[in-house]
């Protein structure tokens, strides 16, 4: 019943002190003991196969003999790939080209599934091409929620800007709008098991606040700013409206398709991509170089690609929560003040000084005494070369990711960023197998908006 492997603690002592003596554990007449029963060989032949890719020990032919039987049927093949997978540097996943195309069908994708791809190979493979039925598990479904407030801010900008006094609408009002679009959205949540219990109408009661506040932001959006809603939910690629294409290195095309959750519009043509996000996320530079962050730079250009004389100005997260303030105000008019910072519009805005003032207060903020963009907003402002440039690399790196796919890239290797881990929330990893103690994994270098060129 006792551990015939080390302990993980041993095995980094014994790459500080090769020399020194062990004790414990099974010893090779123990180990060949074992090799009677099945079970018991298998263990046994694991610890000798990890010692035979350290070179510390061979197989001889008691273990040949138990790897051969255990390798003549299917059952036993698996439990011994189980084992042999996890020695040494793992080979790169790959299916055939002609294989890959033939799982994933039609050339369409979205940016999400872009996303997918660059967070890890083989969990999009298992995601969009083995395609599991996930289980579903009582509790909330942040995703389906997130689909609520799209739906919510949907309706809410609809009413908003049919309402004569917009963009001047006051608090009051607001809630009220909002309220009218979320409701009938909150009762057919409410059908679901989760939504009937007491539990469920707390979190209707959650709903309904970050929406409130969601309204708010969003009319605070257009007020002192000269941009006005020209879109909400523009779809590209469904319903007869056009796709994005991308250009792959082999000359084949991919298609992309999604839906923006808003387009604004100045009276000059220029226009400013929305997107909005029930989670924290921030414009991240590293996340967009290597693909993980595509969203708003791939929406901005198929907002271009599908209105006739658009001019970029920038693209934005407008996020929608219920921020916790930390602050020792009592004054109502303080606390809302550093709710709408904590919501207000966060992303890259065109450094041009009459778009900034455009754009609203907040950007008009970023314009020095001089009457230059300050200095200290670099990193939230972009001119219209960079601004450019970073939608062509968006362009590019959103082909070169639509080519892994199609050509059979499948390999496991999850992106790591600082606290970013693509496998902390991956639903795949009882398929995938994982073990960063073997493999570790793909760990992404810092960059700057310079490098997304």
């Not at 992303?347 to 041009?352: E, P, Y």
Request: glycine share 8%; aromatic share 8%.
């Amino acid at each position: 019943g006792g551990a015939l492997r080390e302990g993980a603690a041993v095995q980094p002592l014994r790459s500080l002190f090769p020399v020194m003596p062990l004790r414990g554990g099974a010893t090779d007449s123990e180990q060949k003991a074992m090799l009677i029963a099945p079970d018991a060989a298998l263990e046994a032949l694991s610890v000798r196969l990890s010692e035979a890719a350290d070179g510390k020990a061979e197989l001889d032919a008691p273990f040949l003999s138990v790897y051969a039987a255990m390798n003549a049927d299917s059952a036993g093949r698996e439990k011994l790939l189980a084992v042999t997978r996890q020695l040494g540097d793992a080979p790169e996943r790959r299916i055939a080209a002609n294989q890959a195309k033939s799982l994933y069908g039609r050339p369409v994708m979205s940016v999400s599934r872009l996303e997918t791809f660059a967070q890890c190979p083989y969990r999009h493979f298992v995601a969009y091409g083995l395609a599991p039925q996930k289980k579903l598990e009582p509790g909330v479904d942040f995703a389906e929620l997130g689909t609520l407030y799209h739906a919510a801010a949907d309706a809410f900008t609809r009413a908003a800007t049919a309402d004569p006094a917009f963009p001047d609408i006051a608090p009051d009002v607001c809630d009220r709008l909002m309220d009218e679009a979320v409701a009938p959205l909150i009762d057919a949540w409410r059908q679901s098991p989760l939504g009937e219990s007491n539990r469920g109408a707390s979190i209707a009661r959650r709903i309904r606040r970050k929406a409130r506040l969601a309204g708010r932001s969003i009319v605070s959006q257009f007020s002192q700013s000269a941009f006005r809603p020209l879109e909400s939910e523009l779809v590209f690629g469904k319903n007869g409206v056009a796709p994005f294409t991308l250009d792959l290195a082999d000359g084949s095309r991919v298609y992309l398709q999604g839906r923006i959750d808003r387009v604004d519009v100045m009276h000059d043509g220029h226009i400013r991509v929305i997107d909005y996000k029930s989670g924290s996320r921030k414009f991240d530079p590293t996340m967009v170089y290597y693909g993980l962050q595509l969203q708003l730079i791939l929406y901005l250009a198929a907002a271009m690609d599908s209105i006739p004389g658009a001019q970029a100005s920038g693209f934005f997260y407008c996020r929608i929560a219920d921020p916790t303030i930390k602050t020792d105000s009592r004054i109502k008019e303080e606390v809302e003040r550093q709710i709408a910072k904590k919501l207000a519009l966060s992303g890259i805005a065109l450094s041009d000084v009459e778009i900034l003032r455009a754009q609203g207060e907040r950007h008009a903020a970023m314009i020095s005494k001089d009457g230059k963009p300050g200095a200290l907003y670099k990193g939230q402002l972009a001119d219209g070369d960079a601004l450019a440039a970073m939608v062509d690399f968006g362009k590019r790196k959103a082909a070169q990711l639509a080519g892994g796919a199609f050509s059979g890239e499948i390999d496991d290797s999850p992106a790591a960023y600082n606290a970013y881990n693509a496998c902390e929330h991956c639903d795949y990893a009882a398929i995938c197998g994982f073990d960063p103690l073997v493999k570790p994994r793909r760990r992404l270098s810092r960059k700057q908006a310079e490098d997304l060129r």
